[in-house]
C-alpha cells in the first residue's frame, strides 16, 4: 500500500462544476499537508497547505481530518485553467506525494 | 529570487552510460530532495539530504543510483550504469528545515535512456 494514496481519476467536469479531490495517507506521523498542482510537462507548484481548522484560497478550500488521516480539496466554480493534475503531500521529515489526480475542465 | 536550477534539463544517452544530473538548492534552504516520476509509479522520492547529509536514501532504487551534496548549494544525481527504465524526469526540490515548510521544485531532468 502507498503511503499517500488518491482517487485515481481522471475527472472531467464542465466549467462551473465543483470538484472534490480526496488524499488518505497511513502515516501518523505526519505532521504538515499540502495540496499542489502540476501542470503537463512543468514542475509540481504549491496550490495550499493545509490545515488542521481547514482553510479557504478564494475558489479553493482545503479540509483535514487526523483522526481518518483524510485531506480533501474543493475547487468551486471551476475554469478552464483549473484543468492540471493534484497531487497531495504529507510531510513529517521527509515529503511524500500521492500519484495525483487528473482533472480536465471542459468548456 | 532564483528558484532550484537544474541541469541538464533534456539528456538522451545510450544504455551503459554514465549520467549526472546537478541541483542548486534555493540560497538558505537546509533541505534537498531528489524525486524521479513516471507515469507508471508517479513522484518516487528518491533521497533526501538535512545540511548536506544524506537522512533518507530508501526511495534509491538500486545500487547503481548514487548522489551527494558536497556543500549548501550544489547536489548531483548519478546513474552509472544507466538502462532504458530509468527514463524518467528528475525533480530536485528545497526548503527550508523544517516540516512545515513548503518545498520548491526545480523545473526537472528530463532523461531517456534509449
Known amino acids: 500500500r502507498k503511503e499517500v494514496e488518491q482517487d485515481p481519476g481522471p475527472f472531467n467536469v464542465p466549467e462551473g462544476a465543483t470538484v472534490a479531490f480526496n488524499c488518505t495517507y497511513s502515516?501518523?506521523?505526519?505532521?504538515?499537508f499540502f495540496w499542489y498542482r502540476q501542470d503537463c510537462r512543468k514542475e509540481p507548484k504549491l496550490l495550499m497547505s493545509v490545515y488542521s481548522s481547514g482553510n479557504e484560497d478564494g475558489r479553493f478550500t482545503a479540509q483535514l481530518n487526523r483522526a481518518s488521516q483524510y485531506i480533501s480539496l474543493l475547487i468551486r466554480d471551476s475554469k478552464l485553467s483549473d484543468s492540471a493534475t493534484y497531487l497531495c503531500a504529507t510531510s513529517y521529515d521527509k515529503v511524500i506525494f500521492g500519484p495525483g489526480t487528473s482533472l480536465s475542465v471542459i468548456p | 529570487d532564483a528558484g532550484v536550477i537544474q541541469s541538464p534539463r533534456h539528456e538522451v544517452t545510450e544504455m551503459g552510460q554514465e549520467v549526472t544530473l546537478r541541483c542548486k538548492p534555493i540560497s538558505g534552504h537546509n533541505s534537498l530532495f531528489w524525486y524521479r516520476q513516471t507515469m507508471m509509479r508517479g513522484l518516487e522520492l528518491l533521497i533526501y539530504f538535512n545540511n548536506n547529509v544524506p537522512i533518507d536514501d530508501s526511495g534509491m532504487p538500486e545500487d547503481r543510483f548514487s548522489a551527494k551534496m558536497p556543500n549548501a548549494s550544489f547536489s548531483t544525481l548519478k546513474i552509472q550504469p544507466s538502462e532504458p527504465r530509468d527514463s524518467a524526469v528528475y525533480f530536485c526540490?528545497?526548503?527550508?528545515?523544517?516540516?512545515?515548510?513548503?518545498?520548491?521544485f526545480g523545473e526537472g531532468s528530463w532523461l531517456t535512456v534509449v
Open positions: 526540490a528545497s526548503r527550508p528545515t523544517g516540516p512545515g515548510n513548503t518545498i520548491y
Open positions: 502515516n501518523s506521523a505526519s505532521q504538515s
